[in-house]
């Protein structure tokens, strides 16, 4: 591989460049995509945003063939019609490939008035969205790219104390720990067994929010991941750099 430097999402992946991608291990940097707490966290509950339902469950993310929404909306059908759980509405933050053929399955399936499709939002709506939620859920369906991957739903739930559902992915069931609930078959029904039964236990329902945060205070933290970011790029830039600031993956030369 030609590359003066790479940079992996998690040592697995870093294993995949230094062994496939055949880059020399000192050239190849894992940097992982943690929320930065001072402006990803939760805010003040929003009820306007809740509707007429008791609770609610969110996904949040870009909308593309591999994420799997489409198991979270019949999932959603599931939940409504087969367990008569009107009470409980879906929130699809986000937009994407998807977007519209998940609008036109939930239209299919009878819970257009259940699942609410928010389209892209960001800031501080999109954290009042995320913070009426009671819980999450990644939808990904195990596969070999989805088992190496580190997703950012993961991180970003944890940073504002959202427990969430989860498929039994190897990688995310690592990153998730104690913040997640796995649930072991990617079927629309397995997933809506899951939802109704975290949603019915507040208590690990609050042990698993406040785990989540501790692990994104102390473990998952960007302020200790800038600098192996930061070292990626001096190391193909050059010394003649040593005042860059990276922030979000942009190099911006201070005068």
């Given at each position: 591989?030609?590359?003066?430097?790479?940079?992996?999402?998690?040592?697995?992946?870093?294993?995949?460049?230094?062994?496939?991608?055949?880059?020399?291990?000192?050239?190849?940097?894992?940097?992982k995509?943690?929320?930065e707490?001072?402006?990803f966290?939760?805010?003040?509950?929003?009820?306007t945003?809740r509707?007429?339902f008791?609770?609610?469950?969110?996904?949040?993310?870009?909308m593309?063939?591999?994420?799997?929404?489409?198991?979270?909306?019949?999932?959603?059908?599931?939940?409504?019609?087969?367990?008569?759980?009107?009470?409980i509405?879906?929130?699809?933050?986000?937009?994407?490939?998807?977007?519209?053929r998940?609008q036109?399955?939930?239209?299919q399936?009878?819970?257009?008035?259940?699942?609410?499709?928010?389209?892209?939002?960001?800031?501080?709506?999109?954290?009042?969205?995320?913070?009426?939620?009671?819980?999450?859920?990644?939808?990904?369906?195990?596969?070999?790219?989805?088992h190496?991957?580190?997703?950012?739903?993961?991180?970003?739930?944890?940073?504002?104390?959202?427990?969430?559902?989860?498929?039994?992915?190897?990688?995310s069931?690592?990153?998730?720990?104690?913040?997640?609930?796995?649930?072991?078959?990617?079927t629309?029904?397995?997933?809506?067994?899951?939802?109704v039964?975290?949603?019915a236990?507040?208590?690990?329902?609050?042990?698993?929010?406040?785990?989540?945060?501790?692990?994104?205070?102390h473990?998952?933290?960007?302020t200790?991941?800038k600098?192996?970011?930061?070292?990626?790029?001096?190391?193909?830039?050059?010394?003649?750099?040593?005042?860059?600031?990276?922030?979000?993956?942009?190099?911006?030369?201070?005068?």
């Open positions: 591989m030609c590359a003066d430097a790479s940079i992996a999402m998690n040592e697995t992946c870093k294993t995949l460049a230094i062994e496939r991608g055949r880059m020399p291990a000192e050239r190849v940097w894992t940097v995509s943690y929320p707490l001072k402006t966290r939760p805010v003040e509950r929003d009820e945003l509707g007429e008791r609770q609610l469950v969110g996904w949040v993310g870009i593309g063939e591999q994420d799997g929404v489409d198991i979270l909306v019949r999932a959603a059908a599931h939940v409504v019609h087969t367990l008569g759980r009107t009470d509405g879906f929130m699809i933050i986000g937009d994407g490939p998807e977007f519209k998940m036109a399955l939930a239209r399936l009878q819970v257009e008035n259940n699942v609410k499709f928010t389209g892209y939002i960001s800031g501080e709506s999109l954290l009042r969205h995320m913070s009426i939620l009671d819980i999450g859920v990644i939808p990904d369906p195990p596969n070999p790219f989805n190496h991957i580190s997703m950012n739903k993961v991180f970003e739930y944890m940073a504002v104390g959202l427990p969430f559902v989860l498929f039994d992915l190897v990688q069931k690592s990153e998730a720990g104690e913040a997640a609930l796995i649930v072991d078959r990617p629309p029904d397995v997933l809506a067994n899951g939802i039964t975290l949603l236990d507040a208590p690990a329902r609050e042990r698993m929010g406040r785990y989540g945060r501790r692990q994104i205070a473990e998952f933290s960007w200790n991941e600098p192996k970011l930061l070292a990626a790029y001096r190391q193909v830039l050059g010394e003649w750099l040593p005042a860059t600031d990276v922030v979000t993956g942009i190099v911006r030369e201070q005068s």
